[in-house]
């Protein structure tokens, strides 16, 4: 059972990256996905989520427009697309699941680096 984030990288100010969330070992497309992001000495923050039909999604206020979220359940993958990113946007970012119900499935995270 795992996830595992890809992507992230050094990007300049108002680049653009796609994150990808590979999930295995459970049933992926019977649960919902999140995306959070963490900087050092800050909490971990929720960025994105989607529904587990990919027919909801909903967005921090600080990404909205920017950033998109989607899913393929055939391949389980979930995904955050960024566009205009911004020094802020500096984070670990990470995938989660609520799995198994009432605990939390978490990747290693990925670092996106926005430069000035």
Not at 32 to 57: C, F, H
Not at 96 to 111: C, F
């Amino acid at each position: 059972v795992q996830l595992v984030e890809s992507g992230g990288g050094l990007v300049q100010s108002g680049g653009s990256l796609t994150l990808s969330c590979a999930a295995s070992g459970f049933t992926f497309s019977t649960y919902d996905m999140w995306w959070y992001r963490q900087t050092p000495g800050k909490a971990r923050e929720l960025v994105a989520s989607i529904n587990s039909a990919g027919s909801d999604m909903k967005y921090a206020d600080f990404v909205r427009g920017r950033f998109t979220i989607s899913r393929d359940n055939a391949k389980k993958m979930v995904y955050l697309e960024m566009k205009s990113l911004e020094v802020d946007d500096t984070a670990l970012y990470f995938c989660n699941a609520h799995y198994p119900p009432g605990y939390h499935l978490w990747g290693q995270g990925t670092q996106v680096t926005v430069s000035s």
